[in-house]
Nanobody, 120 residues
Framework: QLQLVESGGGLVQPGGSLRLSCAAS????????MDWYRQAPGNQRELVAS???????NYGDSVMGRFTISRDNAKNAVYLQMNSLKPEDTAVYYC??????????????WGQGTQVTVSA
């Protein structure tokens, strides 16, 4: 069964850092973009960062210059390095692979989410 599994969330003080990881497993043939989204209570889910299979990145305005997305294609993994964290970064962070080719065809897959809390 194809799935995405995130790790690395937790509680951190303002100004601190966290690194999120997401690994895709299953009968994967290829993955195009890999994205990180977040959703805070009462808010809509928003795109945090995206990376293509070739390494081209895109960031939301609120995280530009503080967060860095990267990926390891050999491991079908994507990472999010989060620096200079602010209380407003508190949210559940989700990994998304919107176009995954497997033996069953193309699919859109989401991780289960990992909580990031920024608080003193």
């Amino acid at each position: 069964q194809l799935q995405l599994v995130e790790s690395g969330g937790g509680l951190v003080q303002p100004g601190g850092s966290l690194r999120l990881s997401c690994a895709a497993s299953g009968d994967i043939l290829s993955i195009s973009n890999m994205d990180w989204y977040r959703q805070a209570p009462g808010n809509q889910r928003e795109l945090v960062a995206s990376i293509t299979s070739g390494g081209i990145t895109n960031y939301g305005d609120s995280v530009m210059g503080r967060f860095t997305i990267s990926r390891d294609n050999a491991k079908n993994a994507v990472y999010l390095q989060m620096n200079s964290l602010k209380p407003e970064d508190t949210a559940v962070y989700y990994c998304n692979a919107p176009r995954v080719l497997s033996a069953r065809g193309w699919g859109d897959y989401w991780g289960q989410g990992t909580q990031v809390t920024v608080s003193a």
